[in-house]
């Protein structure tokens, strides 16, 4: 048995497991202090003879095993969180090997390895929701560098008709200050889930996720991309991005049909937390 938590910023999921992604228990616990929300998370899995664990967080966290702060979520907006050891404290309640990483690598893993890229050595996992983010797989491996890649804060030409500043505290008109669903309900006034009817919105949704990919095709060419979180439950914006990447692209690459190449994950919504089952069965193979 593996154990798994999707570590978000609202709602925290612990399941086990075992490692052909078949889920047997899981819970799911709100964020709120960190105190509070990891006592429910250790008392979950108190009860569970487990080999290893997998952790897929929210982020920035500390990916560099050199550094003193691994395991930490490091600089968040969430304030409580900030600087929180978080596999050093799940180290402490239960020894186990613990494997580490982001909620979109995760969701990438998850995808690769049961989803839909399913036999493929490489994908990128997108999510646009309450922030935008992506993960990836190269060659069969998670992408990682200096730190995790934050491929939600790349900058995007603007549209015509947009004038909204945009959110993100950090760079405000980058693509999750202009695309993740808290821009969308600031600039039309109303919540996404609100706005189905009005084409203006997913026209302009389209335009800037398509740019963004248009970017992680070039720069990483994976052979699947998996749109997931809650702005795609707009089904309409499938076709709408495939009409920009295929503008943008211009044949300048030959891609796959672009309704199997840019598509929703085949997890549904356990990608993320399948996904950070496999994050534990891999650190408990390092482990062995
Ligand atoms: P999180 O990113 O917090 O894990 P979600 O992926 O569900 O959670 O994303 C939440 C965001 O998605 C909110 O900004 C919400 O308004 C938006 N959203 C959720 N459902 C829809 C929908 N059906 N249509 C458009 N936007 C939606
Ligand atoms: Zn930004």
Redesign the pocket.
């Known amino acids: 048995m593996l154990g798994a938590i999707e570590a978000?910023?609202?709602k925290f999921i612990c399941a086990v497991g075992d490692e052909k992604g078949q889920l047997y228990d899981r819970l799911k616990i709100p964020t709120t202090i960190p105190e509070e929300t990891i006592s429910k998370v250790i008392e979950f899995f108190k009860p569970y003879k487990l080999k290893a664990m997998g952790v897929g967080s929210f982020g920035p966290i500390d990916l560099n095993r050199e550094s003193p702060t691994y395991g930490y979520i490091t600089s968040t907006p969430k304030t409580s969180w900030g600087n929180y050891p978080i596999v050093p404290i799940l180290k402490e309640a239960f020894s186990l090997p613990i494997g580490f990483n982001t909620d979109v690598n995760a969701a990438a893993l998850g995808e690769v390895t049961y989803g839909a890229a399913k036999g493929l050595n490489s994908c990128l996992y997108m999510?646009i929701?309450?922030?935008i983010g992506a993960g990836a797989v190269v060659q069969g491996a998670l992408l990682q560098g200096l730190s995790h890649p934050e491929m939600g804060h790349i900058l995007v030409k603007r549209h015509p008709m947009d004038q909204y500043p945009g959110k993100c505290p950090y760079h405000h008109d980058c693509l999750e200050g202009l695309a993740?669903?808290?821009a969308?309900?600031e600039r039309w006034g109303r919540?996404?889930?609100q706005?189905?009817e009005c084409q203006e919105v997913w026209d302009m949704e389209g335009y800037y996720i398509a740019q963004a990919l248009m970017q992680y095709i070039l720069i990483l060419s994976p052979s699947k991309i998996i749109l997931?979180?809650?702005?795609m439950?707009?089904k309409q914006l499938f076709p709408i991005i495939y009409k920009y990447v295929q503008e943008l692209l211009n044949n300048y690459i030959s891609l796959p049909e672009l309704s199997h190449y840019i598509v929703g994950p085949g997890l549904g919504n356990d990608a993320g937390i399948i996904g950070s089952l496999m994050l534990g069965q891999q650190a408990l193979e390092k482990a062995n």
Not at 228 to 231: A, E, I, L, Q, T
Request: aromatic residues 0%; glycine residues 40%.
């Open positions: 978000g910023g609202t999510t929701g309450t922030g993740a669903g808290p969308i309900e919540k996404g889930v706005l189905n997931g979180g809650g702005v439950h707009q």
